[in-house]
């Protein structure tokens, strides 16, 4: 640490980051687009140019002569940094108007209009006209340049963060810049579209509304937009991230930035693999008894109610899943297994384990079907598509496609003593050994094989907590409605033991509830479902989970398991 | 200055079959290098310290200290860049000695190789110098018949090998860290420093960059000796202990409005004046000098009344122009329009910017642009004011861009505006569209 003045402020700064950073650090805001901490530095952009000097032993300062862009400039002790007076302001002026000469100012069709760099700066430090009376450089636009994104190459202001992206994080080089000067544009090889897995990064890395998501476009206005907090379920490395909704309809996931978790990006499989939260086929409320046909038709599933019918139907049907647990328990509690979903937050499968427990101790818990895809996908990828070392790993996508193994697991293995896996479920259903279980889902895909649904049918009890309607829940006494990542509060276990939290954005549809709702009712626990005074409940029953008691996870999370 | 001074790094311009090493070394040559070669590298530095020879590719830097600035006691490889690219508007005299006396030049890489310890020289050529291509390649292949190159070069345990490499056709490319982008087969964007070349060059390694002229002046001067150096040019201010002199000879092109355009080789330190009426034959068709650029375009302009200026490392500057340059001169007679001229100027600066600052790209097509309106006679004067920001805002002088391009582009723009404004204005004024041949703009 080395102590650093920023215009009146002092601030002790690590002395390895830069005068942006340090800048922050006293809370002064200095403009910058180039400049991305996980990008090399460029220092091209000249937005961030400040006046620094240095102080003397003797105590005197001397400023340098030049102006200095800030990103480039290490906050070594003793630095001085003016970014208030006439000259920086003079050049910021500048630099907005020269970025501002060939823009082309339609802001109104923009897609990145409110979050648009281009727009605060020159609001905050801009001029308010532009002095260019010749006509502007015009660009054709390049909606081929990703299957998800599109150039809108007018609005580019050349930072180049997108192609320092796609070869210093995805290692795969996609995208580039051709021609020279005031008309220079980034572009691709044809058939070299930038449609790696991390390619959506770029369009959160531009500044400017010049790289936009092809999904997201002309959707909503940003400003309309409200985020929550969450992470991601879709692999095992759990990034933190964003849900943006508005009237509790999804927009788009972003990245949120988490250096213990994944870094500052995301992957495409991720940010757009949100889709089944709106699918025709979510469950909209519980139900009781199987549908019986075998291809069964909407209308028999759900009567809808009339619109004056308030009666709420969760008090009798978890009131009848109780009985009829309790009373399978009686029959033969050896032969009942609760099947955990790793989908399940640490809170919910907290719940569920020691409500069964509590009915019966012979009741098994088991976990169950954890997805995995492939193997772990590495990047920077090299130039021909070989995996970087390990030690120069910057994103990896997980195989296992599922956010909370870790944590289901824990929280069974204390009840249970051990961890049983689904395969030894799965053979004591094909020899027919089991009478009843309660399947707990929440997948995004199908994971059960033919064999598994058909003995799984054939049950004498079946309970499905799930999302999704399928011949599973078809089949099951009770179907219990519940709710998508981004509708449910909890703590997820990624693969390296990172404890995060997800926060609900949007409402379950209709009738379906979160999870920990339906748990807390059926475990017949007073009061409503909190997540962090569970939190400490578990921390102080299993030990594994010690590290949560205090309850200080924040927004990015405590390392809880190892 | 006398007219009779013998000219060294041009003697054997024109002479039958100077390209060929064995009349090179008929002529004393490669003394240089066996002298070197009986010295340790680091005398060799001192030597050209002691000359206090400065770097002919424009920015006058002097060249033993630069050698100085590689790490001390390195084991990696160090790599030497050869400056061939000259770009520079009005500049040729490269061309010449690399087609005239290919020799003089190898010698000097290989002397500076050995001197920097550099494992590789890299001869970055500009590329639309075909003759230079096929005259360097043939010496370099002669060069290795003889062991001036390759391994354990002349019994001395040096060993050193030369790749030819043909540009990217760009301005830029010639820039030092530009060259070594080019270099390394990316696009030419110019590299922020530190780290500079000589402590993270070429392939990430140790590396120094010289132009052609220096390198041939190194041959002379480890023949010659430095004393001998600095008997020719102009002595260091004794009342500035950090002017390091303008010692030797420089290839001074002329171009222009001139009877006899040409390149001549001179003592540095001769005025502008000189140059044009004695080495030049004089402004043509009897008219009289408007303008004259001291070293290249990107230095800026001479007024009629600062023809007196020496061109030595000093005189320029004194005179309001960037430097001396590449002492390329280029005369501007005063039948000529400055409106056309400062167009033209910034044409190229538009055209040739790498695009990376946002100064120096926008800028510099801003300035094109507004000299384009001007000369259709739709200019007012605020543009002048505009065209006044721009060249006090880009450029590393400033500090608003990455490489001196920017500083060249602003330099004739505010010297133009400085020298000649009342022609601006009266242009403006009139409302006149410009005479001269309409040039398609370059965006
Ligand atoms: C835009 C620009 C273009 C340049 N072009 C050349 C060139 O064509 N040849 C050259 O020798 N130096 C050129 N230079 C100067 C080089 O950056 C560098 O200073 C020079 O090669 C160093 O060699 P010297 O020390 O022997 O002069 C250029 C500089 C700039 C800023
Ligand atoms: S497209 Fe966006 S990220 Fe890429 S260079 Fe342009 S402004 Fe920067
Ligand atoms: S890497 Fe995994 S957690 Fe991160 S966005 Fe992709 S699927 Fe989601
Ligand atoms: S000053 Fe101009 S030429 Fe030099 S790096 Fe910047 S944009 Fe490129
Ligand atoms: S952020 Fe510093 S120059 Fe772009």
Redesign the pocket.
Known sequence: MGSVRINDVEVDVDPKSNIIQAAQQAGVEIPYYCWHHDLSVVASCRMCLVEVGEKKPDGTVSMFPKLVPACQTPAKPGTVVITDSDKVKKSREQTLEYLLLNHPLDCSICDQAGECYLQDYTYKFGRAHSRLNEPKVQRLDKYHIGDQIALFTDRCVMCTRCVRFTREISGTSELHVVNRGSVEEIDVFPGHECNNKLAGNVVDLCPVGALCSKDFLYKKRVWWLKSANSVCTGCSTGCSIEVDQNEDKIFRLRPRENPQAQGSFMCDEGRFGWKYVNSEDRLLAPRKGKLGTATPSPATEEKPKSDLDFSDPWPNILNDVNQAIAEAARHDAHKFVAIFSPFMTCEEAYLLASHLKSINSHIRLVLGPVPVVGADDCYPKGPKGESPAPDKVKFTIRAEKCPNRLGVSAILKHFQGEVIEWSTVQSELAAKHLQSALFVGGYPQPVLSNADVQNLSELRLLIVQDILRSKLTDNANFVLASASFAEREGTVVNHAGLAQRCHAAVRPPAEARADGRILMELAGRRGLFHADSLLQEIGAVIPAFAALKEATMGELGVKALS | MSEAFEPILLRRVGKPNNTSIDTYMADGGYNGLKKALAMQPDEVTQTVIKSNLR???????H?GS?WMFLPKGYTGPIYLCI??????PG?FN?RVIIEEDPHQVLEGIVIAGYATRATTAYFYL?YEYGRCYRTLQKAIDEMYAKNFLGKNILGSGYSLDIHLHRGACA??C???T??IESLEGKRAWPRIKPPFPAIEGAFRRPTI????E??ACVTNILDRGPEWFQTIGVPKDPNNPRDAGSYGSKLYCISGHVNKPGLVELPLGITARQLIDQHAGGVWKDRKAKAVVPGGI?MGFLSADELDTPLDFNGPGRAGCLGLG?AAVIVIDDHTSMVDVLYNTCRFFAHESCGQCTPCREGTAWSAKILHRIRQGEGTMEDLQKLDDISKTIGTIPGTTI???AD?AAWPIKNALQKFRPEFEEFIRSGRKSEMREVVLAH
């Open positions: 770097g002919r590719g424009g920015a006058g830097f060249t630069k400056n061939g690219d000259e770009s520079e500049t490269n500009r301005y830029i010639g820039e030092e530009g060259l960059v010289n132009n052609v220096t390198l990107s590449t490489c001196g391009l060249g």
